[in-house]
């Protein structure tokens, strides 16, 4: 089954430093009945202005995903990492039993944007993690690059849930197939330009949940830049 969502129907807030969409209630945008998908808690497609940010704030049992869109991002914590990444590079945190950190744009002039993504974690208080990947575009052009999976998986981030996270960014009029095992579920989320899945238009800021499906076939319609989230059925 596929479940196109529209980006006109998702939560929004405007703090004037902060633009966000809101894929799963978040925030000021509250709704019950869209809560998680799976594991999945959290999609926050951000813009963070410039020389603006989030200041040092606490996180627990949660695995928090950031990949850069656009600009530049500077992320200082409590377990004493600090560095900035920018465009298709990845930032990941499992929160364990608690860690503070903080999130800047300290350019002057530019913006940034990100997905920030949570995942719940298979248990509480597991060991913190804190990582990076400066992954380089033709890692991920015309591809499927697996950026994120469990501590079993391919990826070389590893977090502890049970999840895979896939990018790519996609020429016009090129196609790529995603076979989905028995049992799994996909959401996928289509960051710049036009696909299709399966025959269904998706354009910038949309989503898809995709459940009970063998395989997705993604053809992009325009040059289209594209990440997914493959997971078990809930």
């Not at 049992?61 to 991002?73: F, K, R």
């Not at 995603?178 to 996928?188: A, P």
Request: net charge negative.
């Amino acid at each position: 089954m596929l479940k196109k969502l529209l980006k006109e129907n998702m939560g929004t807030s405007n703090l004037g430093w902060l633009e966000s969409r809101f894929h799963f209630s978040f925030a000021e945008y509250r709704n019950p009945d869209n809560i998680n998908f799976g594991v999945l808690r959290v999609i926050n497609d951000d813009i963070i202005h410039p020389d603006s940010g989030f200041g040092t704030h606490p996180h627990a049992n949660m695995e928090i995903i950031s990949y850069v869109i656009d600009g530049e991002i500077t992320h200082k914590d409590s377990m004493g990492n600090e560095e900035t990444l920018k465009r298709g590079e990845v930032q990941y945190l499992s929160a364990g039993d608690g860690i503070y950190h903080s999130e800047y744009n300290l350019n002057k002039t530019k913006d940034l944007r990100l997905l920030q993504i949570w995942i719940i974690p298979p248990k509480s208080s597991l060991p913190r993690l804190y990582g990076s990947k400066r992954y380089l575009k033709e890692d991920r052009e015309n591809k499927l690059l697996n950026i994120v999976s469990s501590q079993k998986g391919d990826a070389q981030i590893k977090i502890h849930q049970d999840v895979n996270f896939y990018v790519s960014e996609l020429e016009k009029n090129k196609t790529l197939e995603y076979k989905i095992n028995k049992n799994r579920q996909v959401y996928f989320v289509q960051i710049e330009g036009t696909s299709t899945i399966n025959g269904i238009e998706l354009t910038y800021g949309d989503a898809m949940e995709i459940t009970k499906e063998n395989e997705i076939t993604i053809s992009a319609i325009s040059n289209s830049h594209f990440l997914f989230i493959e997971m078990k059925e809930a």
